[in-house]
């Protein structure tokens, strides 16, 4: 059940940054420059209190990975940063493999 719940997750985040890709694109023809939005600006237009708090609380913790690591994370474009969480969820989701020459009891 897990499994499942983690790669239905997976796709419709895959599917969002498929979307997400899709929109900075036709902006990017549109401005004949790139454009793209940023995760920070589409966590923001979702919850802007969510995104300070989470900001503050990471400054607070884990300053040494705000500026070099996770300041650049917020910089990314959101189908990028959507992307690799669909990958990280789908893979941790997926189905062992069989051994191959081993029983299972």
Sequence with gaps: M??????????????????LF?????KTIVNQHLAFLKFSEAWAIVDQA???TVQEWLKQHALWAWDPYVQ??????????????????IVLGRKKKPLIGYARN
């Design 2 to 19: 897990i499994r499942f719940l983690l790669r239905f997750i997976g796709l419709c985040l895959l599917a969002t940054a498929f979307v």
């Design 22 to 26: 899709v929109y900075d694109g036709e």
């Design 50 to 52: 969510s995104l300070t």
């Design 72 to 89: 650049r994370c917020f910089d990314l474009p959101t189908w990028v940063v959507l992307g690799v969480a669909a990958m990280i969820l």
